[in-house]
């Protein structure tokens, strides 16, 4: 899911979905939405493997994990911090996937 995610982001900028959540002028409607769509393709995959493994508070962790991924992914787009915009993909992904591993308590898998 990083993987992906930090690819696609690197190429493309913030997707909308992050856009909508982030802007204060998103509709309700849309703000809604956006925040549904997140849940079901990030969240709720995470919360089923999580469940299966016995893993405590599993949607608190994939919530959390999705955040801090979301907020890394909005930081390297927007250049925040010199290193973590010119670091090579893999070296932020391998990073990122051992502290989610952390967060979701899960071995880290690159």
């Given at each position: 899911?990083?993987?992906v995610l930090?690819?696609?982001?690197?190429r493309?900028g913030?997707?909308?979905?992050?856009?909508a959540?982030?802007r204060?002028?998103?509709?309700?409607e849309?703000?809604?939405?956006?925040l549904?769509?997140?849940?079901?393709?990030l969240?709720?995959?995470?919360?089923?493997?999580?469940?299966a493994?016995?893993?405590?508070?599993?949607?608190?962790?994939a919530?959390?994990?999705?955040?801090?991924?979301?907020?890394?992914?909005?930081?390297?787009?927007?250049?925040?911090?010199?290193?973590?915009?010119?670091a090579?993909?893999?070296?932020?992904?391998?990073?990122?996937?051992?502290?989610?591993?952390?967060?979701?308590?899960d071995?880290p898998?690159?």
């Amino acid at each position: 899911m990083a993987d992906v995610l930090v690819t696609r982001a690197d190429r493309r900028g913030p997707g909308p979905i992050l856009q909508a959540i982030l802007r204060s002028d998103t509709p309700a409607e849309i703000l809604d939405a956006a925040l549904d769509r997140l849940a079901r393709r990030l969240v709720d995959p995470l919360v089923a493997n999580m469940t299966a493994q016995g893993v405590d508070r599993p949607r608190l962790r994939a919530e959390v994990a999705v955040s801090a991924l979301q907020g890394f992914i909005l930081g390297r787009s927007l250049g925040w911090f010199d290193d973590i915009r010119s670091a090579p993909p893999d070296e932020v992904v391998a990073l990122i996937v051992d502290a989610l591993g952390a967060i979701i308590g899960d071995p880290p898998e690159r």
